[in-house]
């Protein structure tokens, strides 16, 4: 609800990460305004005063440290409510790998995105595969899995519209998955910091619908740009 | 009443004639001074446009070869400026295979505008050449390479000084790391094979004529003994 409004929600997942966040900011938020509003509305009400003596309190009797007690309760039922979703969603996001529709390669180096798609054969790392530098294109209701490398440092695989990051790593190959849910072209950055150049490598991805997409596909594979180069 | 028309019309056309010399005069000196301002490089910005590249390529220009930088001191600016263009332009660099070039794409486009690479391309000109270590592993033969290096002096020139008219730098004063992984680049066709690069294809022809890896290791160790 309140990252939606900033930001398109574009994968199946994003949905459940942007709830998670509502919830989190609901169950801290609201408590901190609380204690802000009692912590100040305190020190003005108890403020020093001529020929008023302040009490001394110890800590130890019951009659006061009940309401520090008391709020301990709410803090630790919210704290299961908020670790039993995130585990949730963490399991859902990066420990379940749903069965894929395609499978795209994308490879992290400094300062640039290059992402391999399978060609009209939807098999990765075969011939007709399309490679593209800083243009990632997807069809959407389509489940992917992503094999992210890195060639020199680390970076991160950011995609904000799919609430999706993912380090990468020099040396692994890590497998993830997303399904975008909208058309439209949204950005890739990287969130990790990898260098001079950090903040000069944007990419794009390009999510369109099937037809749309199995045109691209066919359009730019090895074999059909040898003949319309040959023609 | 005729001569009042002839008078009138021949007033008309001096009027017109003198407008179209005024407007020929006024584009021709704003033309000029179009062109001494755009021919004119800033040093001083240039140098300070040249902090980033310092990061890979070093203050001296010396290049890091651990950062797939090269040495650029020295250089000819017109080189360094058609370099920028085609790396910005992605003519240069934009290639999956072609690591160090993809980290010179976004660096490229750090410089906002022709100006601006001009300015830099001026100040790198203006550094003195750092002569490079060599780094190759395995030397070549610069005897054999003599003779591979005849079809490159047609452009390169016979001393390595390079053809500006053919669009072709100097070799001299190169990394002998960056010479090796150029030609073998060209050899792959990672560079020189992007749309729009329209002297690419030449060089990807050239070293064509470099039959085996010995070769390449032979006419690199020919450049090597050209003078600066």
Redesign the interface.
Known sequence: MILESLLPSASTYAGDIDRLFDVITLLVGIPFLVASYLFFAFIFRFKAKDGKKSMYITGTEHQYMKWIHRAHVPILVFDVIIVVMAVRVWYDVKQNLPEANSTVRV?A????W?F?HPGPDNVLDTADDI?T?NELHVAKDTLYHYKLEA??VLHNFSVPAFRLKQDAIPGRIITGWFEPTMAGTFDIQCAEIC???HG??PAKIIIEGAEQHAAWVEANSPLALTVAANQ | MSWVFERFTRSVVSMSALCIFLAVVASSLGAFAASAQEASADLAKGKALFGLCTQCHGTNGGGMQAALAPAIAGLPAWYIEAQLVKFKSGQRGLHAQDTGGLRMYPMSRWLQNEQEQKDVAAYVASLPAVAPAPTLAQAGDAAKGQGYYAVCSACHAPDGSGNQGMGAPPLTGLNDWYLLTSIQKYKKSIRGSLPGDTLGPAMIGMVATLPDDDAVLDVIAHIQTLAK
């Open positions: 490879i180096q400094q300062w640039a290059t391999v490679t530098i060639k020199d260098g001079i150049g000069l490598m």
